[in-house]
């Protein structure tokens, strides 16, 4: 059994072989952390950077054992973990963290939303959805249009559609599938904003400054951080962030998107419990950026500091727009990550480039 | 042949697989690229951040064309590559940077005081030496006491003796082996200081502010940087780093060492033909640090910014002071690089530690 703090030369495991895995494999190569990579893809980023791959199906049991033999602590890139593969990495004497509770609320938009609400984090209302009577019912308390979502799986604007009115309940059901679903209220926000916070072992948490995400065609195009909130706001939104994080007994680092509305309110849209693309400010950004806080958290070593140095403008880089990476190494300001993936197919996240700026002036 | 600039998903070839390689795996990850270490040493701490090792033998010819056909720009991390190995590596059609002059002058104490005199930039009055008469003649020019150095190898205080007197000649020649020698006069310096500059392969040249640094036992024990140097003292500095460049058609990043006379002239101690030691203070910071600096230049991208961000002092965890991650850990200001190295046996290079604080005030 693992003990925490880990001390260098332990192996930190990952499930997920993506830019995430490979970015959190290079945050705990500089703490002296070897990393052992599990993903299903031969030829994946995080697996060329780690000193052990293990290449297999996320619950084929005998990767899974082989993983848990392999690290002292197991963590993962993506939220849509099947709770059994948790269940068999314990089994077989890993540590997996950020738990089975947080994997399992986070993968279902009622569960979230209803855990959310539970512990003093305001939402959407909702309504959830089982049949074409639940939307009907649904729209009656919550108007129309509202959106209409899958309750498990879906990212970037997948899985979702909107219901303009009663009439078009039934087909709306059709076009995500007529499966379990969420049906939210329309929320009229002027911004959204992400915080990334993380909670160490003995129960601390810390927040990076919230950032301010726009998105396009569903997925995000740029994070700017520290964004511009009042001193009441940001007090609202570390108080939630750390209401999440302590509810879940939480460890290491999430990322809560937030909806600020018209009327001054502040809605939690979701979170993700691993490293988030709207953290990635960070890495230029901050002293101890979201990939080595979150290995920190997990090894049960003292948090960093997440004061910013630097104004960032975070931008992704989608498909054939990394094929820009020499104009952006001859910008001054221009810090680019680019994730060692071949094929720049339209949309994919190829990289990203964070441009910096002093933080006055 | 490979095109420069190298796209991203390009090969970094490095000789060498101790903590310079590691680092410069790491920023080169960061870029996109991939890295294939060559070393002999199964258990390297850079191989385990590598896509790719090939164990063998620096001079093995079969390793060496496996390098040169899997990489499509080859480095080092350390100066003493035989020349053979260059010329092999390029027979095999790879491309070398920095070249085999560099190495070439770097690896002979006398050839190197000979270049850096040739290009303007003053070292210490010298005597080649093959016999004790050498020894002898050189005393009666240089005075004594002077040091005695073999002409090759020898690092952090190895290979090297004090000549005390004539009397002491014949013995002080025992003392490092009978080999090919340099006598250097005595410099009586009030301070060491080192510039980390680059080159591209456009010719531009580039460098950091210079570091302060202090030895310990011949080993570098911290460096602080930017060093308070006067205007005139940093022009003079830069100008030395760009001739020396300059001069050997440099083609990546080159750690030159100084000292500062008592009488404020500044003389060239030696320079080391790839990343160094004195800059892992740019790590911390800089936006772009010495590695990545020099993955750019051999890349044959455009260099980035050298401005630095804070002041640093840079110390080196030596053998068991590695022990003390955990309390490192946990300063707010101090950023710790552990190597992965599992023997932490006296004196050897575990890690360093970054302690960061604001530029002014």
């Known amino acids: 059994m693992a003990r925490f703090p880990l001390a260098p030369g332990s192996t930190i495991g990952v499930l997920g072989g993506g830019q995430l895995g490979r970015m959190l494999a290079l945050a705990a190569a500089r703490l002296g952390f070897d990393v052992a990579i599990l993903t299903p893809e031969v030829q994946s980023c995080a697996v060329r950077v780690a000193a052990r791959a293990i290449i297999a199906n996320y619950d084929d049991p005998v990767a899974l054992e082989s993983l848990a033999r392999a690290a002292d602590v197991v963590t993962f890139e993506f939220e849509n973990v099947p709770a059994v593969v948790v269940e068999q990495l314990t089994a ?17 938009r009622v569960d979230e939303k209803t855990f959310l609400n539970g512990c003093g984090a305001p939402t959407v209302d909702f309504q959830a959805v089982d049949s074409v009577a639940d939307i009907l019912a649904g729209l009656d308390r919550l108007g129309a ?14 899985g979702q559609t909107w219901v303009e009115s009663h009439a078009d309940a039934a087909a709306a059901y059709e076009r995500i599938g007529v ?18 916070a993380a909670r160490g072992r003995d129960g601390e948490v810390v927040a990076y400054p919230p950032g301010e995400n726009h998105h396009e065609n569903g997925v995000l195009r740029r994070t700017r ?16 962030a750390a209401r999440i994080l302590t509810s879940l007994d939480y460890v290491g680092v999430m990322g809560v998107e937030l909806f600020e509305l018209e009327d001054g ?5 979701e979170f993700a419990p691993r490293v988030h693309n709207t953290g990635h400010w960070t890495l230029d950004g901050c002293e101890v950026d979201q990939f080595e806080q979150h ?9 960093g500091p997440t004061t910013p140095l630097a104004f960032v403008e975070m931008e992704n880089l989608l498909g054939p727009e990394a094929h820009d990476w020499l104009a952006l190494a001859g910008e001054a300001e221009a810090r680019v990550w680019l ?7 339209p949309g994919r996240k190829m990289g990203h480039v964070n441009r910096l700026r002093p933080l006055k002036g």
């Open 145 to 158: 249009p509202a959106l209409l979502k899958t309750r498990r799986e879906g990212y970037d604007g997948r």
């Open 339 to 345: 994730y060692g993936k071949g094929d720049a197919r």
């Open 295 to 303: 290995i920190r958290a997990i090894a049960g070593w003292p948090l």
């Open 265 to 269: 309110r502040l809605l939690v849209n």
């Open 92 to 108: 077989f004497g890993a540590q997996v963290a950020p738990g089975a509770r947080a994997l399992a609320v986070a993968q279902d």
């Open 179 to 196: 499966v379990p679903a969420i049906l939210e209220a329309r929320a009229a926000f002027r911004r959204e904003l992400s915080v990334i």
């Open 225 to 240: 951080a520290p964004a511009q909130v009042t001193a009441a706001l940001l007090a609202q939104i570390e108080t939630i």
